[in-house]
């Protein structure tokens, strides 16, 4: 029997790891956290990065997604500072460190966020952030006709939680 559970906790140690490089596959080495601690999650975010027009060109005011987990249930809501909110009141607000091209053409850059967490929940903790795997979001191109106009431009991301 202790064989048994020895050995069940050594398949489940190595699916574990399995599932945290899965994760880093294909992400630039920039891209990665530092101390890269445990793995809070991957979840998929749709929703519309906001741009303004400021005199007269385009600004990026903020983003607005929602993230869901690997059941489609909801996991947080994405919007300014950048935040992400989960619904346990959990939060994070992230500052860029670091940032790489997408590969897609027309889709937002990836990132590598530092953050501050607040609250007790499953985002308590968070000091990580990678946005990954985006597709759609980037501002429209050329002059803008009117001065505080928004565009919402539709987006998804893959977004990357480590403590």
């Known amino acids: 029997m202790l ?6 906790l050594a398949a489940l140690s190595a ?27 991957k979840y998929a975010a749709k ?11 385009w600004g990026f005011k903020a983003p607005e997604a929602e993230l869901i987990d690997a059941r ?3 996991f947080a809501k994405h919007y300014a500072g950048p935040t992400w909110e989960a619904p346990d009141g959990s939060k994070i607000v ?6 790489e091209p997408a590969p897609k053409t027309g889709a ?5 966020l530092s953050a501050e967490s607040s609250g007790s929940g499953v985002l308590a ?12 979001g980037v501002g429209p191109a050329g002059a803008c006709p009117t001065a505080g106009i928004e565009r919402r431009v539709e987006y998804t991301a893959d977004y990357i939680f480590y403590k």
């Open 125 to 136: 903790g968070a000091r990580f952030v990678q946005r990954v795997n985006t597709s759609g």
């Open 94 to 99: 992230g500052k860029i460190l670091a940032s």
């Open 47 to 57: 929703g519309v990065q906001i741009y303004v027009c400021t005199a007269s060109e």
């Open 108 to 112: 937002v850059p990836w990132l590598l």
């Open 3 to 8: 064989t048994r559970s020895l050995f069940t």
């Open 15 to 41: 699916l574990s790891l399995f599932a945290i490089s899965a994760v880093a596959q294909d992400i630039p080495a920039k891209l990665m956290p530092p101390q890269e601690g445990p793995l809070v999650g």
């Open 72 to 74: 489609g249930r909801p």
